[in-house]
T-cell receptor, first 115, second 114 residues
Framework: DAGVIQSPRHEVTEMGQEVTLRCKPI?????LFWYRQTMMRGLELLIY????????DSGMPEDRFSAKMPNASFSTLKIQPSEPRDSAVYFC?????????????FGSGTRLTVV | GDSVTQMEGPVTLSEEAFLTINCTYT??????LFWYVQYPGEGLQLLLK?????DKGSNKGFEATYRKETTSFHLEKGSVQVSDSAVYFC?????????????FGTGTRLKVLA
């Protein structure tokens, strides 16, 4: 099992540009989560999906952020337009939906720098 | 709502010292409790878990006991190593709430000196 795969590992972009982060969850996991980690705010849940359906996007900071999960093996998080304050490490995590006893499996993250 | 509170870091210890990182929680239901570890430049990894009161989770010499009476899940290790230097996150998940999201603490950075 290759684990949760995120790409790219690092992204440097200019303010105003569109940024797309990608995630491939573990096969068979039907819940997917996007988190953002910064020194100031720690780990923040942005959005999560169950069976490809967005369940709670209350953590998405503003309309510039959007996320999709077109199928069970792929999700994207898009920022358009990007701003310097979006600089952070973005993590994707997946887990099985059955019960709350199973931990997440996290990807290695995408370090985003907006200059 | 549900919440997790961890002790402030950083925690700095000498090798072979005893480690305790405190974690307390607030939950209306019957949560499962977790400890995650994050090594530099990596994502979070599940370290151990406990799903009901009095359960003890253990892994790699770390252990934590689910204490319902004190709503705590403190992480302990008898003898830390330099390789244990990382950030540790306490988390809860309450399946009875009908949601599937986890609540994470703010993390505690551990630095172990040789």
């Amino acid at each position: 099992d290759a684990g949760v795969i995120q790409s790219p590992r690092h992204e440097v972009t200019e303010m105003g540009q569109e940024v797309t982060l990608r995630c491939k969850p573990i096969s068979g996991h039907n819940s997917l989560f996007w988190y953002r980690q910064t020194m100031m705010r720690g780990l923040e849940l942005l959005i999560y999906f169950n069976n490809n359906v967005p369940i709670d996007d209350s953590g998405m900071p503003e309309d510039r952020f959007s996320a999709k999960m077109p199928n069970a093996s792929f999700s994207t998080l898009k920022i358009q337009p990007s701003e310097p304050r979006d600089s952070a490490v973005y993590f994707c995590a997946s887990r099985t939906q059955t019960g709350g006893n199973y931990g997440y499996t996290f990807g290695s993250g995408t370090r985003l720098t907006v200059v | 709502g549900d919440s997790v509170t961890q002790m402030e870091g950083p925690v700095t210890l000498s090798e072979e010292a005893f480690l305790t990182i405190n974690c307390t929680y607030t939950a209306t239901g019957y949560p499962s409790l977790f400890w995650y570890v994050q090594y530099p430049g990596e994502g979070l990894q599940l370290l151990l878990k406990a799903t009901k009161a009095d359960d003890k989770g253990s892994n790699k010499g770390f252990e934590a006991t689910y204490r319902k009476e004190t709503t705590s899940f403190h992480l302990e290790k008898g003898s830390v190593q330099v390789s244990d230097s990382a950030v540790y996150f306490c988390a809860l998940s309450d399946p009875t709430s009908g949601t599937y999201k986890y609540i994470f603490g703010t993390g505690t950075r551990l630095k172990v000196l040789a």
